[in-house]
């Protein structure tokens, strides 16, 4: 859009000063307007070269043998998971120095194994090529206090020098704990109000 732009006369009459001001104030937002819209087309540019997207999860590097939930991962993920972490872990007792703050048979302790896995997905996608600037620092901030948490399982297992340490639990939940984690659950849901059709909440029936 074109400025409205034209000199005014000597002493001109004050509705010839309302319109130049009206002109100028319209060229003004016009030319915000057009700032705005370039930035966006930036941010849009950005995103599509990160290969990300304005919605939705953003999904693990390449790198990470997704998904890491060890529970639901059958042979082969399981497998590519172990190669994967064993690795990482190799690299990062050296390369920090670990070897007094994680034992040798960290494989040995699930607590570790989970521990260790959300490290090492933290650090490759902190690593990732798409990943900010700041990411590395701010593994390490997290990294700070992971190191604190591995510690307090170190002094758990008791395993030193390279000796694993067995550890038998003294104390289990009993057998029918789940049966009444469930009848509590019914009987919290038993008195809360439903939603009826329309969005009015209704009284739980005694």
């Known amino acids: 859009m074109d400025a409205f732009d034209f000199q005014l006369p000597d002493d001109p009459p004050a509705d010839m000063v309302a319109v130049a001001q009206l002109a100028a104030t319209v060229a003004r937002l016009a030319e915000a307007v057009d ?3 370039q930035q966006h087309l930036t941010l849009a540019d950005t995103v599509t070269r990160g290969g990300g997207q304005s919605a939705g999860p953003r999904k693990a590097p390449p790198s990470i043998p997704w998904p890491l939930r060890w529970a639901e991962l059958d ?6 998971a172990w190669a994967w972490l064993i690795d990482w872990v190799d690299w990062a007792v050296d390369r920090y120095q670990l070897a ?3 034992p040798a048979c960290w494989y040995q302790h699930p607590p570790m194994i989970e521990e260790l896995t959300g490290l090492a997905a933290a650090w490759h996608t902190a690593y990732d090529d798409t990943a900010p600037a700041d990411g590395p620092l701010l593994w390490h901030e997290r990294f700070a206090r992971a190191r604190l948490r591995l510690r307090d399982w170190d002094d758990y297992t008791r395993c030193r020098n390279g000796t694993h ?3 038998h639990l003294d104390l289990a939940w009993p057998d029918a704990w789940r049966e009444a ?8 849901l038993a008195d809360r109000p439903t939603v009826v059709p329309g969005g009015s909440p209704q009284e739980a029936t005694p």
């Open 181 to 188: 984690a469930v009848q509590a659950a019914n009987a919290d």
């Open 75 to 80: 042979r082969d993920g399981a497998a590519q």
């Open 100 to 102: 007094e703050e994680i």
């Open 165 to 167: 340490t067995d550890r």
């Open 35 to 37: 700032t705005l819209h």
